[in-house]
Each structure stands twice: as structure tokens, then as C-alpha cells.
């Protein structure tokens, strides 16, 4: 028999925890599936297990380590009687109410969860070159994001990799802390916009690293320096820098959903009128409908908003 819920929130990030503290405060007993332990941002806690300091978190004056801010949204959502399940969902059917919800066999007959509404905090994941010492020094001098982890760099030479919008962006935003910031990239043109090509060309604190890949990121509990080799000669080098920016895009955590919600061109759920997708009574939040502000903070902000949609869209239906 599957296990019959008011609520059911998928992901644990700040977005599903936040949810679930709104919610399990409500009364709606949630039942959070919020994910496996894994080494990518794919796992219980989100992106903020893959961080150290967190500084900009409201509330913490002195910062913050991000695994550590997560067991504490953790154990305020089981103090309010969230029940938190560490499983992946591993199908979905959104086609039906209440919503089916497998974890483990997806072939399974029964489902192992029913919920009148469901929360969708499953996050996205930042893509990484997998190169030998980024796993190692991710937190330590590897980031994924410049807006949260540039004010550590100040003084520094530090090194974004990609050539899209979102590595010009973390460049630029970098130049307010870094000395020296050097832009690698694959290729010898551009994919970001014009505009962003413009104003970091117009930077005299960037320069560009043209037609390298990094192939090794060096350094004995922090970052020290890349090896970067030329992708035509095939001739290597050194780059003496203390952190590294990885920049080659995102992708959003919706491979269960494909067909059952309306994603954006790039694989986002679309949410509309806060935090309501196309499908009645599904609700998302967080980085997985995100692409534009991805913080922890933001991401806690609309987990909050789609526990109270959900709760009014529930109170509507009588339940
Ligand atoms: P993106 O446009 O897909 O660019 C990714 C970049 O990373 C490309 O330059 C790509 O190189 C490079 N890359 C991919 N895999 C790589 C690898 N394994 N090794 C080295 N380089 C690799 O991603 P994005 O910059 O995150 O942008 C995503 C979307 O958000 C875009 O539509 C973008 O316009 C938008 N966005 C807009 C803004 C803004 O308007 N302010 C800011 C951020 C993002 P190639 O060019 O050789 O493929």
C-alpha cells in the first residue's frame, strides 16, 4: 500500500527544507524525499554540501559552513514533524490524483508515496569539467558560483572556465575582488552576448586565455595553480592561480518530470502566479525553475512561497 501524504516535497536543498518547515508547520505532514548521498549536487542538502564558508546568508554574522547550515534546516523541519526520507524518487506520475511517487523500483506496481500536492525543489546541478583535483578542491579554491564565494579571492589571480554569459558574468563580478581574473576558454570566439563580450573586453582586470582546456587543478588542500594545454598544439602550461571558477552551465535536475511539466527551452520548470507549474496542484521552487538568481537565500524565499500556495491550493480543494 503506498504511503498516503497531504504533501509531498522532492529535493532537500534550502528550497525542499524550507518547504517542508512551512508546511509540517501547517499540519500538513510532509513527506520530504530528499534525495541519496552522492559527490555531486544531486544529493540530500543540495549545492550547499558542496560549499564550505556560506557569508551571505542572513543571520550569520560570522558565516557559516554550508553542510552545516543544511543539518540545521534539517532538523527544523523534522522538529516540526516533517518526515524526511533519504531515497531518489525514481518515477512520478503527475498524471493522476492523488500524484504517484516511486522511489526505488520504478517498475513497481504500487507506488511508494500518494500526495494531493507536490512540491518540486530538485535543484540543478552545476556542470564541472571532471579534470583530476576539482572534486578534490571544490570549497577549497574550486567554486561554482562567484556571487557567493568571490569576496574570499580578494588581492588573488583566479581563473573562470567557459565562454558563455555566465562565465563574462562571474568574470566581471569577480574583477571587484580579484587582482588579476583570466578567462579560459575552449574555443577562440565567444558564446556569451555582445553585450557581455563588450564590457569584459573593456575590463583591464580580465584577460583571456584563448583555445585552452584546464586538464588539472593543482594544489595540496587549496588551489595553487591549473595546467591548462593548448587544444590544438596540444602544448601545456601552468597557470599560477588560487581559485577557479567553473562557468560551462547548469542543468536543472528534471529528467522525472520530462513530459509531465512544462519546461523552458533549457530544461527549467516553468512556474507561473508564484510558484504554480502547468499542472494543478504541482508546485516548484527553487534553482530547479531558477536560472536567473540560483542562492541559497532565493531559493528559501520560494520554497516558502510554494508551501503556502500549496496549503491555500489545498484549504481551496476542501482538504
Ligand atoms: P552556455 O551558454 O551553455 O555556455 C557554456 C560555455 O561553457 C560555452 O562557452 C562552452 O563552450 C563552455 N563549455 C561547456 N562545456 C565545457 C567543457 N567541458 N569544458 C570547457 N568549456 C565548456 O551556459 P551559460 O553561460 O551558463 O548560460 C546558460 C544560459 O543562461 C544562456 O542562455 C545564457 O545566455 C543565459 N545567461 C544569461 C545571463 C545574462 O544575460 N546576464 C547570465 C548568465 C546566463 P563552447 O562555447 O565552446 O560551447
Redesign the pocket.
Known sequence: MPAKHKVLIVGSGPAGLTAAVYSARAQLHPVVVEGEPSSTSDQPGGQLMLTTDVENFPGFPDGIMGPELMMAMRAQATRFGADIVTAKVSRIDLGRQPFAAWVGDPEAAEPTYEADAVIVATGARA?M?GVPGEDRLLGYGVSTCATCDGFFFRGQHIAV???????L?EALFLTRFASKVTVI???DR????RI?QDRAFASPDIEFLWTH?VTEVTGDGKVTGLRVRHTTSGEEAELPVTGLFV????QPNTAIFHGQLELDE?GYIRTHDGSRTDVEGVFACGDVQD?VYRQAITAAGSGCMAAIDAERWLEARGE
Open positions: 556542470l569539467l572556465v567557459g565562454g558563455g554569459d555566465s562565465a558574468e576558454h575552449r574555443r565567444l558564446r556569451a552576448s557581455m582546456g562557468a560551462i552551465g547548469h533549457n536560472h
